[in-house]
Structure formats: C-alpha cells, structure tokens
Nanobody, 115 residues
Framework: QVQLVESGGGLVQAGGSLRLSCAASGIISSINRLGWYRQAPGKQRELVATITTGGNTNYADSVKGRFTISRDSAKNTVYLQMNSLKPEDTAVYYC?????????WGRGTQVTVSS
C-alpha cells in the first residue's frame, strides 16, 4: 500500500504563490505516476497535473504556464508550485499515486485564493 500526506495549503491573495508537498510512504517502488487533483465546492474532482516515474508531465489547460509539478525521488515527495494564483484556483487539492494494482489518495489540503 501507499500512504500520502499533503501539506502547504493556505490562504493567499490573487497573483500570489504557494507550493504544495505530498510525502509518500509505503511501497514506493510500485508507484507509476503521481498527480495533483482538485475539487472546488459543488464541482467534480479534476486533474491539475501529473508526473510519471520517467519525469513526463501533464497539465490541465487551466494551469499551464502557472503551475509546475516536480518530484524528489530521494525524499519520496511530489511538489506543486503554483504561481499567479486566481480565485478560481480555490479548492481542496489532493495527491494521487497510481500503481498497477490500485490508486491511492491523500486527504487533501485547502487552497483559498482571495480576490
């Protein structure tokens, strides 16, 4: 199994920056891809960005050019650097780990962007 713990959320003004972290533990070697997803009130959970073990990244169109996903394999941590934040980025941000057998989710961290 894999356990994920997110951190780094908070309240920020529009135009500001935040960096989210997701620390993974457990059977790390089984992870194929790590990603960040978000869910705003009344909306479905949506993909923000993903990164594979090979370093390939994928971003939602709404965050391209503003958000950057990265990973530190030595620390078993994936990051999401968020710049030029907008009020519409307000959501709970979740970390996800994909393995061949199952997907694992963290509990989420709240990001609130004020206008």
């Amino acid at each position: 199994q894999v356990q994920l713990v997110e951190s780094g959320g908070g309240l920020v003004q529009a135009g500001g920056s935040l960096r989210l972290s997701c620390a993974a533990s457990g059977i790390i070697s089984s992870i194929n891809r790590l990603g960040w997803y978000r869910q705003a009130p009344g909306k479905q959970r949506e993909l923000v960005a993903t990164i594979t073990t090979g370093g390939n990244t994928n971003y939602a169109d709404s965050v391209k050019g503003r958000f950057t996903i990265s990973r530190d394999s030595a620390k078993n941590t994936v990051y999401l650097q968020m710049n030029s934040l907008k009020p519409e980025d307000t959501a709970v941000y979740y970390c996800k780990a994909e393995t061949y057998r199952a997907n694992y989710w963290g509990r989420g961290t709240q990001v609130t962007v004020s206008s």
